[in-house]
């Protein structure tokens, strides 16, 4: 899981909502094999902009509240929360580059 804390459907109000920084959200799951491609991705990412935005990784087959309260469908699935709301959704697998474009605004 690299540096990436888990956050589980008890923890997603204090952790995520009420941040005072970006917080991004990678829902996933073991058996998904999208998700591992990009978790190395994601893992990289948060060592170079950690101090901007928050990681988190969220199991959906653990943690099932949540996922369903956000209508997150298909994984992966990745949001960024900014006060409380959800600011962006990328779904699926990208390369680093495309990722690194979505989270511009908040990591520039």
């Known amino acids: 899981m690299g ?8 923890e997603f109000e204090a952790q995520v909502l009420k ?6 959200v990678d829902f996933w799951a073991e058996w998904c094999g999208p998700c591992r491609q990009v978790s190395p991705i994601l893992d ?3 060592g170079a902009h ?8 969220m199991n959906v087959d653990e943690n099932p509240v949540t996922p369903a309260s956000y209508r997150v469908t298909g ?3 990745i949001n ?4 409380g709301e959800v600011v962006k ?3 699926g ?3 680093k580059a495309a990722i690194l474009k979505e989270l511009d605004e908040f990591i520039a």
């Open 44 to 46: 990289e990412i948060a």
């Open 50 to 57: 950690g101090d901007k935005v928050t990681f988190y990784k």
């Open 3 to 10: 540096n990436i804390s888990a956050v589980t459907d008890a």
């Open 89 to 91: 959704s990328i779904v």
């Open 80 to 83: 960024v929360y900014q006060g």
């Open 19 to 24: 941040s005072d920084k970006p917080v991004l």
């Open 93 to 95: 697998a990208r390369p």
């Open 75 to 77: 994984i992966p699935t």
